[in-house]
């Protein structure tokens, strides 16, 4: 028995563990744009400084003492942002995914992520019902990758909420895919418990987890990169709607390239 217990408990560490990778996968891509963005002022910054140096080292007013010291300082800045640069060349060699996006039937991918997904946790015994054609091709261009981690993340958190919360009534999952000349919306919507206000309104930002009080609770990525992959790399829109103790619907709106029934 504690063999079996044990066994789970590794198995559940490896799930988390890979859970965290395809997270920080994304997240270095994304954190990587913002260093370079955010540490840009402070470059500028150092290469003023130095000229300002050269500029005063002359002037007798000025004593030895500072200007070795203001040397020192942007030397110093200098420096760090190399070692940054190289840092975050490293961090994305070793866990970057490619941004790269493929033209495909979004229609017919999504439906095979979501079955490999359910497959996943069919231990949880959740009832999927699919409100979609999946012999509709609706062409568009995605990254496969992302797309599969946003709506996995999804997916997860509904199942986990519901499982958690141990809700006696059938758990289901409600997939719901519509489309016209420019967009699709994929609606993933649960009968779990739902979310009150401050959870609606923090759900999307970075660290904020509604599992503050859970030993293997989350670390507060998940949804955030599902924003950012949905709205920051594919220009498309994600809303959320849920009522407390009744239900919580993700909205997903994606551009297309065409529809063809």
Not at 219 to 232: A, M, P
Request: contains cysteine; hydrophobic residues 35%.
């Amino acid at each position: 028995t504690k063999v079996k217990e044990r066994t789970v408990e590794l198995e559940d560490a490896y799930k988390r563990l890979n859970q965290i990778m395809h997270d920080s996968s994304i997240l270095v891509s994304h954190i990587g744009h913002k260093f370079h963005n955010e540490l840009w002022p402070f470059s500028q910054a150092a290469m003023i400084g130095n000229s300002l140096i050269e500029l005063i080292s002359n002037n007798e007013k000025i004593d030895t003492e500072t200007i070795d010291f203001a040397k020192k300082t942007f030397s110093n800045c200098e420096s760090s942002l190399i070692r940054i640069e190289e840092m975050k060349k490293t961090i994305k060699r070793n866990f970057g995914r490619s941004s790269d996006k493929i033209k495909c039937n979004i229609i017919s991918f999504i439906d095979i992520s979501l079955n490999s997904i359910l497959e996943k946790h069919k231990e949880d015994n959740i009832h999927c019902i699919k409100k979609y054609d999946p012999s509709t091709v609706i062409m568009g261009e995605i990254n496969s990758d992302q797309i599969t981690i946003a709506i996995e993340n999804i997916i997860h958190n509904a199942i986990q909420a519901m499982v958690k919360h141990n809700i006696k009534k059938k758990k289901l999952l409600i997939i719901t895919i519509t489309h016209n000349e420019k967009d699709i919306t994929i609606t993933i919507e649960d009968n779990g418990p739902g979310m009150d206000t401050n959870t609606k309104e923090n759900i999307f930002n970075i660290f904020y987890t509604s599992k503050e009080n859970e030993i293997k609770k989350g670390l507060g990525l998940g949804l955030y990169i599902t924003k950012w992959i949905i709205e920051d790399c594919h220009k498309g829109k994600i809303e959320i709607k849920s009522t407390l103790s009744e239900f919580t619907k993700f909205i997903l709106t994606i551009p297309v390239i065409s529809v063809l029934q």
